[in-house]
């Protein structure tokens, strides 16, 4: 059971350069995230959504964009990367519904943007 | 606006020391507080606490909450170099799925 894949692990972008985060994950989960890292931030929501076709902002959304087009692939589209999205990015999924919160996580993504 | 605090930031102990993280909380329409563990790479999933005063137990760590005074704990006894890791609380926002997470305590087990 493979959980949330998260691809690539590590990029290096020059400034204004545009790319995409993959993340899938095959539990079936209706809800997933996904969530940048900074030192002395903790984790911060970026976008989320609720199910296949829905989408919706978290806390940091600004230069990213997201689309949610099957139940099992949440992909995070950064449009013009600048030198503040340098940070590590962590997909994660659960349950909807009741009271299971419990999130999921990829194993991250390290972005640099120079 | 909902919130988790966590404190301390950091800490330092050695081998077989006794810990107490805190993570104290404000939302709306409270539906339970998540502790995590985060070593180098993704967090890890530790206890989902829904009930004040019952005690979650897993091997030496155990997590308790007060829905009165808004705050949640936990204690990781014989610590060991293995426990270093960062912790991480969290609350779904507004009862919905999203989590807010704090920033986090640092903890290192030195031998």
Redesign the interface.
């Known amino acids: 059971n493979a959980g949330v894949t998260q691809t690539p692990k590590f990029q290096v972008l020059k400034t204004g350069q545009s790319m995409t985060l993959q993340c899938a994950q095959d539990m079936n989960h209706e809800?997933m995230?996904w969530?940048r890292q900074d030192p002395?931030?903790?984790?911060?929501?970026i976008h989320?959504s609720?199910g296949a076709g829905i989408t919706d902002q978290?806390e940091v959304p600004n230069g990213y964009n997201v689309s949610r087009s099957t139940t099992e692939d949440f992909p995070l589209r950064l449009l013009s990367a600048a030198p503040s999205q340098t940070s590590v990015y962590?997909c994660a999924s659960?349950y909807?519904g009741g009271?299971n919160?419990?999130?999921?996580?990829?194993?991250?993504t390290q972005l640099s943007v120079l | 606006e909902d919130k988790v605090v966590q404190s301390p930031l950091s800490l330092v102990v050695h081998e077989g020391d006794t810990v107490t993280l805190n993570c104290s909380y404000e939302v709306t329409n409270f539906r339970s507080l998540l502790w995590y563990k985060q070593e180098k790479k993704a967090p890890t999933f530790l206890f989902m606490l829904t009930s004040s005063g019952i005690e979650k137990k897993s091997g030496r760590l155990s997590s308790i909450l007060d829905k009165k005074e808004l705050f949640s704990i936990l204690n990781i006894t014989a610590t060991q170099t293995g426990d270093s890791a960062v912790y991480l609380c969290a609350i779904p926002q507004g009862g919905s799925e999203k989590l807010v997470f704090g920033k986090g305590t640092k903890l290192t087990v030195n031998p």
């Open positions: 809800y995230s969530y002395g931030m903790g984790l911060r929501l989320y609720v978290g962590f659960s909807s009271t919160e419990k999130l999921f996580f990829g194993s991250g």
